[in-house]
């Protein structure tokens, strides 16, 4: 079983989830697959957020906690990343770079 270190970075996450998929079977999946997967996981989060605000929820439907799915997500965009050599960290910081360039504005303000 992987073990990921004490006060892990960005990169040590990144690793972690390469060894958690050959553990688990997973790292034949595509990015394609992972994308998908990705996708459901949103919609499992939407749900959790529903309910955690008091929005109508189907009855029958199946819940779980907002931290799981942020989680659940995280780990697939951390297989993504790995997929196409994206070190998260180095995006993060090369778009924010971008970001910090733009003009934001405020809607509420119009």
């Known amino acids: ?22 553990e688990r079977g997973f790292s ?4 394609i ?7 459901e996981e949103m919609g499992e989060l939407y749900k959790a957020v529903r309910k955690s605000q008091g929005l109508v929820v189907d009855a029958n439907s ?3 906690e907002i931290g799981d799915e942020l989680a659940d997500i995280f780990i697939y965009l951390c297989a993504v990343a790995n997929r196409k050599n994206i070190d998260l960290e180095r995006a993060f910081r090369v778009k924010e770079e971008k970001n910090k360039k733009r003009v934001w504005e405020n809607l509420k303000d119009k």
């Open 1 to 22: 079983m992987p073990e990921l270190k004490l006060n892990p970075k960005l990169f040590d996450f990144q690793r972690y989830v390469v060894e958690l998929e050959k």
């Open 28 to 31: 034949d999946q595509t990015i």
């Open 33 to 39: 697959d992972k994308c998908l997967l990705m996708g």
């Open 62 to 64: 199946t819940f779980t």
